[in-house]
């Protein structure tokens, strides 16, 4: 079970990786996704493997459990991922619309920006 | 008034059931907060349900549960034995257009789930003013006989149901 | 026990909501809000830096639990002397910010503001490790909306490359952190400290691992070699009082560095020996020197002045990387000057690019008060490049002289003066073109470039800047004066910080001494 | 005997989830991918339960029951999807 | 009495297997995608059904509690899967099957993906 | 400190402080802003001439205010006799340039400006001759280059102004940051940057390992402000600056700051052959071609340039050559140059401000229309000739003195020859100064018609003038002076005579040889200027323009090149080199051997293991297709959740299989605006290369992972296991640390959720009030699509689907403390629950039914989050310590309740409010993008049963 888990680790993070390194925001997105799954079993797994052995105390006998405490942990990691993820998606709806191009990577430097020529309040 | 609190009676009832059945737990406290839950949630999502359908006959419910369960049984059996053993040239897969009569969108919705989950037939789609369910047939030799027993099997219980 | 600790975390937590959801449609209410907050934070934060100056380190146990199994607060000098900058630099941003109108063009600046401040802080303050993670967050998906705030494509685009690197810092910062306590167990920065020096030889390989992981990534917020490259874009194209605000952020990755290279991974730790000792100073070196080059070679001012926070980092951590305690007192008091002088220079270059067509470096008409911006830009570049009479150069002089102790000298010397002088040179290129060349231009002669496509007059001639638009600039700058004036007091301050975090029993002690009953 | 029905329930809806592997890795139209992905939910959700009978235990259930409404609001997104391009208009 | 329990649960275990399986079968050997529609409704009733089924009978027959949790799946599953296919058959007829190719509605509107809904205030409807 | 010395501290602080009266005064004229600005340095003077007896009596004064201890920099002032000598001449020169300046200024010059820098200049300069730590020298010292970098850039419209600024900030800045260096290393062999630690630590310095690079370095800084050879090119160029300025700093000020460090460390540094030869050779090298140079320029401050450069060479040559002797020479010079070069260039300010021209070939003869002018600057320029009976000569002969008894490497001739050369040189470009501009015949083609100036203009180089004659006639004058300047610079008693008559000595041979000889030259001027003309010589500023474009051009290209913009390649960057990097870690460090079995794998689990792993690598190969990628998406997301449950991880399934489905909704709704497929771009290479990198770090994350999963650790979670019940209050020991124990790191969790909430959010009315509202408003996304947008049986399914959902979220949401569940999930679920209710009847009718506000409810999820902390300290506990007790109500059984819950219930809300705001934003932008309302909850309802309300707001 341990090189089960170690090796979809693995893989989900060779899939990551392979995807962020494309020239366009949407497999980019998808990569960091694979990503975040390959950090989150990663994470949760520091804990060891266990089966049946979920974290919920039980009035009775001295069961075992699984460690809780890299679950709490991943379950904070998604959520945070969760709304980053949202973000980025956000980001690269709003940088094509902009732009008609979804390279993720930028093609002209232009001209800053930043500053409005809105002047003073 | 009464409908502002209970959009829903009936709903409220089930859901007063699916909480017990959620808990899995009957006392008092559970049934006490099922019952508050049973009147708020509808409370809640009771604007996105404005219109209130009308069981007319509980019963015919019951029977018409029982005969869509006996159906799905024995379909079962069919459509297992078609894609099992059946050579793929044989399948004779059909298009039925089976016009309703039925008004009421809930009563439309169970029928053309009641299609689907009896295996064999599946409704694709409604026609654009819901007057006819174009139901998929996996293999019917005589695809009219399929869209009456449709009608006769189940649309006119529904009928009696939803009046 | 003082909840003073927590306040800087917890105020602009409750305010940011409230500005967010109950001022939403009123800019003026959301303003002095957001000041009276920012002043309270201010106020707080100094408290807390003065209650820090007498050495000891306070641990506030989150929820009441013992170290190591909840989270705790932990505040020294340090943590103190990262509160109050930050506090500071808000203050100033935020003026400007409301003095230029930047906050009203967009949705949601003070919440967002309020939020990057809570993020900041919750970082500087964290004794945990995981902890750590989640406020760096925090304060990157606010740095997120703060950096697009006004849209635009080429800030867009440049975010959604914010966004991607960092995410993938993100990443790195979890395996380093499973990583982490698959091999100890725990996630508390004092416990790990402890365990980690309890650490059996034969078992270093997983926490060498993660020490190397986890300085990779706070080196990505630090802007390091080979992890820099998200800065310029980012800098570049977030609006200038974000950009300023951001001078902090790059800091909370030094901080980070400082923070968990010497308490928990130390340079005496014999089972870390050559994970980070060995690679942080030639990627500071290199770092000062992409910074370096970078401001040589800008042709717009806002990747120079990025590049310019790019060897500023490198300066500092090339002092951090030295791990004494003298190198890392030097390497504060830079670094607070370092913050301030960005924030200055990026300010000020709101104030200039507002009055001119993009931020090329080329002659233009010269704009309203081309004088007092050719003066601040002046005193602004003095202060990064590290001449006198501002904190910069005394910054640099207590960084070479507490490298003569230790075997990069030479190579420290080199690159930092090399450093200087081109930046030197960068700067007064840029502001000679920028200022003085402008002048040089009769008001009546058409564009020199015709064919470069853009107009050379703006459509209205802009207003000049407002005292309150400038002061915040103006403010910066003095501050870089009075951190040279007072540079003795405040690098006692530092000084005594960086002691105290070479002495980490002390800051293990006050975290794992209450918590023994588990 | 009850343990060798779960070996052999087990073993049909596992085969069942290569079975549905196959259909969504050759498609070919995006119709079939759904409707392998459906699929799939359904046996992962029996497999849950066979897996709580195995151990005794109903603490999966709820992840039953999640998996199972779930499942339906991307089945339903991914059409609308393909049929309509924006999912919630 | 043990044993009619076993034997009880069992067929209901074996059944869902098979029919379970027979769904998934039907999704690699049918040849159309229409027909492939069909297959997943056995693993949806026969097959989840039976398992449910067991669940219910082995932990109120071999624990000794009532579970009513497979019930309320059973619900989910049943309000759901029809929708289910009711989209993807959709999905699919859009796709590929030219509007000629379908039988006609019979009736005033064509299919719904073809045509749109009358008017809310169409005089044709003149129930209101 | 004795009394006096008090007064050094206000004497440096006097010009900064003048600074501001300039831009105070301006608006009260030109006048009054000059004679006001001359008040701090007459103030100064005049308490530097109260120190001045004390000084002469061989007393230091010393004044020292800390300022930065840790770094051994302290504020501290010494004046003895060098610093007073420069004192004086920075002061009093100071003073006549503030008069000269008031007359050469045109009216358009701001004139407030001019005189800010120049007494900053001023500051500094003095700052550099008094400090008594070598740190604060350093201050003073940049200080010069940067206040010298705004007055030669005064002009800034002309470039020629500029580039002289730049060109003298750097060349000096460099040699200023290695003299930086130099200085460090030096204060650290003696262990102090005082200076007068330093200079009696002079054994301990020349023994010293780090001897010579501080001595190097220190150089530099000495020579590319003294304009020493090769540094020495800056200085003409330097010449752009107004001509008051020019009279300052290059003649009497800043140059003089290198060859008044050299007198400075002299103690310290000099006294070895290092010395001896770097010092002298450059200052030779440096005094012959600065002199060859001057006399072919035409432009009169060109060759008063040079002129200087070839005498800072001088000096500085007199010190390398170590000896008392020379010191005093040099000394004596420093004096003597002062006078006549700053004459010297106010002439030619002079000059030029009348004819308009300072080309010497356009001028001549002016001695007919300015005999005032002419007579002081053929004075001055005789002195420079070293003609007897002016100053000049007086020093010159010292100089050449001390250069006959001086060998190098055992070569007698070479070092007097190259002097006499110089001397010789140098008279020829003096007599030319005279002969060319004021002698000869009168012209009548000068741009202007010439005139003498007013007094006020003449008054300053006439005093200087007086200076010179007083001096070269009674040399005894300077004598006091010079002698305790020299012993300052010597740390000797020096006993000693200046005279004008030494008898027949080498010196005056040589003499006679360069006047003669310069005559000579002089009168062969016109062949020996078109030589010169003709010859290929290297030009100064064009080849350190080309080095600095170069550079440029070099680093823009390395800047460009490495951020580029494209961050794919950051990514491969960081990738490589965070798995280099790692993998050097952890293979520095050893293993102990595993501890833990592997767990057996059911055929089932591994059925899963394929699917998960297939749908990763499918994802990957058909990433092409986004829809289908999705649709793998899902797949993983299903299959680890899977994974979590049979873990023995229900809430992670729970969480993990909720979020996945809202993040395929949010995906979806983006890739409807996005292109649906993603061009194949990259080259196999490229592919192949990222696969590499790919394959290395999974391959990486792979074996931490094994290392881990096969050995046992000892975590701090028994103690929640052990507390959780007990101590928080719940069985579901996930939940009770997610609320409880770590209920900080989920207060910040939802935080990030809120802030994505509000940032989409922002982001959405930033996109459509910009140029992407236009793109949506003009893009037909409806194409090829299904007629029906909200069909019947959705419609109805979802009616009875939503409430069960609610409650389904209600129950995970009341459970989550003891049983898998809680306010994340709850929070999700009721989303997706209300996702469908949107789906189905469309964004529009479902939003008008909305009777919450999104915004509203992250605010609030955060506030109760927030103040539930905050309840604690009420308490006196920590924030976010929990309370929890057990409520016992008449009828039914009784239950518990604690603080924890309301955590999760600002959890719950947070995630609802942000999950909703999002999709709301995304729903809004498909708005705009044409979609229009929907005004009934279905397509078409059969039951007529129709709402026929028109949907508020939107
Ligand atoms: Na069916
Ligand atoms: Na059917």
Request: no cysteine; charged share 25%.
């Given at each position: 079970m341990e090189l089960l888990v170690a090796s979809a680790v693995g893989v989900l993070t060779a899939s990551g990786v392979y995807l962020i390194?494309?020239?366009?925001?949407f497999p980019v997105i998808l990569g960091l996704a694979l990503l975040s799954y390959a950090v989150n079993v990663f994470l949760f797994s520091t804990g060891r493997l266990a089966i049946?052995?979920?974290?919920?105390?039980?009035?009775?006998?001295d069961a075992s459990y699984s460690d809780p405490l890299p679950q709490a942990l991943v379950l904070t990691a998604i959520v945070i991922s969760f709304g980053m993820t949202a973000v980025l998606v956000m980001f690269a709806l709003g940088a094509y619309l902009e732009a008609e191009d979804d390279s993720i990577n930028m093609t002209e430097t232009d001209e800053t920006e930043t500053t409005g020529k809105e002047g003073e309040a | 008034m009464m409908k502002r609190v209970f959009p829903h009676p009936l709903l409220s009832l089930a859901l007063l059931l699916v909480w017990l059945g959620l808990v899995n737990k009957v006392t008092p406290g559970n049934v006490v907060l099922g019952a508050i839950l049973g009147i708020a949630v509808p409370f809640v999502t009771g604007p996105y349900w404005p219109g209130r359908p009308m069981i007319g006959r509980p019963l015919r419910v019951v029977e018409y549960i029982f005969v869509v369960l006996w159906d799905i049984v024995v379909a079962n059996f069919q459509v297992a034995a078609i894609i099992l053993f059946k050579p793929e040239k044989n399948i004779r897969s059909a298009w039925v257009t089976v016009p309703i009569e039925l008004t009421s969108p809930e009563a439309i919705t169970v029928l053309a789930g009641t299609i689907t989950m009896?295996?064999?037939?599946?409704?694709t789609m409604l026609s654009a003013d819901s007057s006819a369910i174009l139901v998929h047939c996996l293999?019917?030799?005589d695809p009219e006989a399929v869209r009456d027993q449709i009608k006769r099997r189940y649309e006119w219980r529904l009928k009696e149901i939803f009046q | 026990m003082s909840h003073w600790i927590i306040a800087p975390v917890v105020l602009p937590a409750i305010l940011a909501p409230i500005i967010a959801?109950?001022?939403?449609?009123?800019i003026s209410l959301a303003r002095t809000a957001s000041f009276a907050g920012t002043i309270a934070l201010a106020a707080i934060c100094f408290g807390l830096t003065v209650a820090a100056a007498g050495g000891e380190t306070v641990s506030y146990e989150l929820g009441n639990w013992p170290a190591p199994f909840g989270i705790v607060l932990v505040l020294d000098r340090l943590s103190a002397v990262m509160l109050l900058l930050t506090s500071v630099l808000a203050l100033v941003v935020l003026v400007h910010a409301v003095a230029t109108g930047w906050?009203?063009?967009?949705?949601?600046f003070h919440a967002l503001f309020q939020f990057q401040l809570m993020g900041i802080f919750g970082a500087f303050l964290t004794g945990d490790a995981f902890n750590l993670f989640v406020f760096f967050e925090v304060l990157l998906i606010a740095s997120y909306g703060m950096m697009i705030h006004g849209g635009g494509k080429v800030r867009l685009q440049a975010g959604l490359q914010y966004v991607v690197m960092n995410l993938a810092g993100s990443t790195l910062f979890l395996f380093a952190l499973g990583t982490l306590y698959a091999a100890?167990?725990?996630?508390n920065i004092a416990d790990l400290a402890q365990r980690v020096q309890g650490l059996p030889v034969e078992d270093a390989a997983l926490v060498r691992a993660a020490a190397m992981m986890l300085m990779i990534v706070f080196a990505i917020k630090a802007a390091?070699?080979?992890?820099?490259?998200?800065l310029p874009a980012t800098y570049s194209n977030a609006p200038a009082p974000v950009a300023a605000l951001f001078a902090i952020m790059t800091k909370v990755g030094a901080y980070a560095i400082i923070r968990v290279h010497t308490v928990?991974?130390?340079?005496?730790v014999p089972v870390l020996s050559g994970v980070v000792g060995d690679w942080l100073m030639p990627v500071a070196l290199v770092t000062v020197a992409i910074g370096a080059v970078g401001v040589l070679g800008a042709s717009r001012l806002m990747p120079l002045l990025s590049f310019s926070v790019i060897g500023s980092m490198g300066t500092m951590m090339v002092a951090v990387a030295a791990f004494t305690p003298a190198t890392t007192a030097a390497a504060l008091y830079y670094m607070v000057h370092s913050t301030l002088s960005a924030a200055a220079l990026f300010l000020l270059a709101d104030l200039v690019l507002a009055r001119r067509n993009?931020?090329?470096l080329r002659a233009q008409l010269p704009t309203v008060q081309n004088g007092l911006f050719a003066a601040l830009f002046f005193a602004g570049a003095i202060g990064m490049a590290g001449m006198?009479?501002?904190?910069g150069f005394l910054g640099k002089l207590l960084i070479l002289d507490a490298m003569?102790?230790?075997?990069q000298m030479t190579a420290a010397f080199v690159a930092i003066l090399l450093g200087s002088l081109l930046t030197i040179v960068g700067f007064a290129r840029a502001g000679s073109v920028l200022f003085?060349?402008?002048?040089?231009?009769?008001?009546?002669?058409?564009?020199?470039?015709?064919?470069?496509?853009?107009?050379?007059?703006?459509a209205d001639a802009p207003a000049p800047a407002g005292v309150m638009s400038v002061a915040p600039t103006v403010a910066a700058l003095a501050l870089l004066g009075g951190l040279a004036i007072f540079a003795g007091p405040v690098s006692a301050y530092l000084g005594a910080a960086a002691d105290q975090l070479y002495d980490s029993s002390g800051y293990i002690s006050a975290v794992m001494g209450q918590g023994t009953e588990g | 005997m009850i343990t060798y029905a779960l070996y052999f329930a087990f073993g049909c809806f596992g085969l069942g989830l290569l079975f549905n592997l196959w259909r969504i890795a050759t498609g070919p139209e995006n119709a079939d991918r759904i409707l392998a992905l459906d699929t799939m939910v359904i046996n992962i959700i029996a497999l849950l339960i066979l897996y709580g009978i195995w151990q005794g235990t109903t603490v999966y259930y709820e992840a039953s029951m999640l998996v199972a409404m779930v499942g339906f609001v991307s089945t339903v997104a991914y059409c609308r999807f393909v049929l309509r391009g924006d999912i919630i208009e | 009495m043990e044993l009619a329990t076993d034997i009880l649960i069992s067929f209901f275990l074996v059944l869902a297997g098979i029919f379970g399986l027979v769904g998934s079968f039907g999704l690699v050997k049918l040849k159309d995608t229409m027909q492939r529609l069909h297959a997943p409704t056995k693993a949806t009733t026969l097959g989840v059904g039976g398992v449910l089924i067991a669940s219910m009978l082995y932990f109120l027959l071999v624990k000794g509690s009532l579970s009513f949790h497979e019930l309320l799946i059973t619900l989910f599953l049943f309000l759901t899967a029809p929708i289910s296919a009711h989209f993807i058959a959709k999905t699919f007829v859009q796709a590929r099957?030219?509007?000629?190719?379908l039988p006609p509605?019979?009736?005033?509107?064509?299919w719904s993906i073809h045509d749109d809904p009358p008017l809310v205030d169409d005089d044709r409807k003149p129930d209101e | 400190m004795t009394n006096g010395g008090s007064l050094l501290p206000i004497i440096a602080l006097l010009p900064f402080l003048g600074a501001l009266v300039p831009g105070l005064m301006i608006r009260a004229g030109r006048n009054a802003c000059a004679t006001f600005t001359a008040v701090p340095t007459i103030a100064a003077l005049a308490m530097l001439g109260v120190l001045t007896p004390d000084v002469m009596a061989g007393e230091v004064l010393k004044a020292e205010i800390e300022w930065l201890p840790q770094l051994g920099l302290s504020a501290s002032f010494f004046l003895d006799g060098l610093g007073l000598l420069f004192a004086f001449m920075i002061l009093g020169v100071g003073l006549l340039i503030t008069l000269y300046a008031r007359f050469y200024?045109?009216?358009?010059?701001p004139m407030g400006q001019f005189y800010t820098y120049l007494l900053l200049f001023q500051g500094a300069m003095l700052g550099i001759v008094i400090s008594d730590n070598i740190l604060l020298l350093l201050i003073f010292w940049e200080l010069t280059s940067l206040s010298s970098f705004l007055l030669i850039g005064?002009?800034?419209?002309l470039p020629e102004g500029r580039q002289g600024a730049r060109m003298a900030l750097a060349v000096t800045g460099s040699g200023g940051l290695a003299m930086i260096a130099g200085m460090l290393i030096l204060g650290n062999i003696v262990g102090s940057y005082n200076l007068t630690d330093i200079l009696a630590a002079g054994d301990v310095i020349r023994a010293s390992d780090w001897y010579l690079p501080a001595l190097i370095l220190i150089l530099l800084g000495a020579f590319t402000k003294s304009a020493?050879?090769?540094?020495?090119?800056?200085l003409p160029h330097a010449m752009a600056a107004p001509t008051p300025v020019s009279a300052y700093l290059h003649s009497a000020t800043m140059v003089k700051a290198g060859v008044f460090l050299m007198a400075r460390m002299w103690p310290a540094l000099a006294g070895t052959d290092a010395w001896f030869y770097i010092v002298s050779i450059t200052g030779l090298i440096t005094m012959v071609l600065g002199a060859l140079i001057a006399l072919f320029k035409d432009d009169l401050k060109a060759l008063l340039a040079f002129s200087t450069v070839s005498h800072l060479g001088l000096l500085t040559m007199l010190l390398g050559f170590g000896t008392e002797k020379a010191a005093i020479a040099a000394v004596f010079h420093i004096i003597n140059h002062l006078t006549f070069k700053a004459a010297l260039f106010m002439t030619a300010g002079i000059v030029d401000h009348e004819t308009?021209?300072?080309?010497i070939k356009r001028l001549g003869g002016l001695a007919k229309f300015m005999p005032i002018t002419a007579l002081i600057g053929t004075v001055a320029a005789l002195s420079m000739a070293g003609i007897?009976?002016?100053?000049?000569f007086l020093s010159k002969e010292l100089m050449l003195e001390e250069a006959a008894h001086t060998a190098w490497y055992q070569n007698d001739w070479i070092v007097p020859a190259l002097a006499t050369l110089g001397a010789l040189l140098s008279v020829a470009y003096s007599l030319r100064f005279i002969f060319h501009v004021f002698a000869g015949p009168a012209r009548d083609d000068y741009p202007a018609h010439p005139h003498d100036p007013p007094f006020g203009m003449y008054a300053a180089p006439a005093l200087l003038c007086v200076l010179v004659v007083a001096i070269g006639v009674l040399p005894g004058l300077a004598y006091p002076m010079v002698k305790v300047a020299a012993q300052a610079v010597t740390g000797q008693e020096l006993n000693f005579y200046l005279k004008i008559?030494?008898?027949?000595?080498p010196a005056l041979i040589m003499s006679i040889i360069a006047v003669v000889g310069g005559a000579l030259l002089l009168g062969l001027h016109r062949p020996l200027a078109r030589a010169w003309n003709a010859a290929p010589r290297p030009e100064a500023k064009a080849i350190f323009d080309a080095l600095i474009s170069a550079l440029v051009r070099l680093s823009r290209g390395v800047t460009d090149g490495l951020h580029n913009g494209a961050i794919s390649r950051y990514l491969a960057i960081f990738v490589v080199s965070t798995v280099g990097l790692v993998y050097v870690a952890f293979s520095g460090g050893t293993l102990s051997p595993p501890t833990r079995e592997m767990l057996p794998v059911p055929p089932v689990v591994a059925v899963g293991y394929v699917l998960l792993i297939a749908s990763a690598l499918l994802v990957v190969l058909n990433h092409h297709n986004r829809f289908r990628a999705l649709v793998l998406i899902g797949v993983i997301g299903l299959m680890i959740s899977a994974g979590f449950v049979y873990l023995s991880a229900p809430d992670l399934a729970l969480t993990q299989i909720s979020v996945e489905t809202v993040t395929i909704m949010l995906l979806l709704l983006a890739l409807h605006f996005l292109p649906k497929t993603t061009p194949r771009e990259s080259s196999v290479g490229l592919r192949l290369r990222d696969g590499v990198i790919a394959v290395a770090a999974g391959a990486g994350v792979a074996a931490l992972a094994m290392v881990f999963l096969l050995r046992d650790f000892d975590p701090i979670s028994d103690y929640h296991l052990a507390n959780s019940?007990?101590?928080?209050?719940?069985?579901?020991v996930v939940n009770v640390i997610l609320v409880d124990f770590r209920g900080y790191d989920t207060f910040g969790e939802i935080i990030v959720l809120g802030i994505a909430g509000l940032t989409i959010f922002a982001l959405m009315e930033a996109l459509l009030s910009g140029p992407a509202a236009r793109r949506l408003r003009n893009t037909?996304?409806?194409?090829?699509?299904?007629?029906?947008?909200?069909?019947l049986m959705m419609v109805v399914a979802t009616r009875a689907m939503l409430p069960i959902a609610v409650m389904v979220g209600v129950y995970i949401f009341l459970r989550g403390h003891n049983q898998p569940g809680g306010g994340f999930v709850a929070g999700l679920v009721i989303s997706i629950a209300l996702l469908m209710q949107y789906m189905a009847s469309g964004f529009g009718w479902t939003q008008t039914r909305q009777r919450l506000e999104y915004h509203t409810m992250i605010g609030w999820g955060v506030l109760i989050a927030a103040l539930t902390g905050v309840g604690a300290w009420l308490g006196g506990?920590?924030?976010?310590t929990s309370i929890y007790g057990y409520i016992k109500l008449p009828l039914i059984e009784k239950f518990g309740l604690g603080s924890a819950f309301a955590f999760d219930l600002g959890v719950f809300l947070t995630v609802l409010g942000a999950v909703m705001l999002m999709l709301y934003s995304l729903s809004r932008i498909a708005r705009y993008a044409g979609e229009t309302v929907n005004v009934?909850?279905?397509?078409?309802?059969p039951s007529g049963k129709r709402e026929l309300k028109k949907p508020e707001g939107e």
């Open positions: 390194l494309r020239l366009r925001a049946n052995a979920p974290p919920v105390l039980q009035a009775y006998g | 009896t295996p064999g037939t599946v409704s293999h019917a030799d | 959801f109950v001022m939403r449609y009123d906050d009203a063009r967009g949705r949601h100890t167990g725990t996630l390091l070699f080979p992890v820099q490259f998200w928990v991974f130390g340079p005496d993009g931020d090329r006198p009479p501002l904190s003569q102790a230790t075997p003085w060349k402008s002048t040089g231009l009769a008001p009546a002669e058409p564009a020199p470039n015709p064919d470069d496509g853009e107009p050379q007059e703006l | - | 099957i030219k509007e000629s190719d509605t019979g009736r005033e509107y064509g | 200024l045109s009216g358009d010059d005064y002009w800034k419209h020493q050879f090769p540094f020495h090119f800056w308009h021209t300072r080309d007897p009976l002016f100053n000049g008559w030494h008898g027949v000595t019940y007990e101590g928080g209050g719940g069985t579901n037909d996304y409806s194409r090829d699509r299904s007629r029906d947008r909200h069909p506990a920590p924030f976010l009934e909850p279905m397509d078409y309802d």
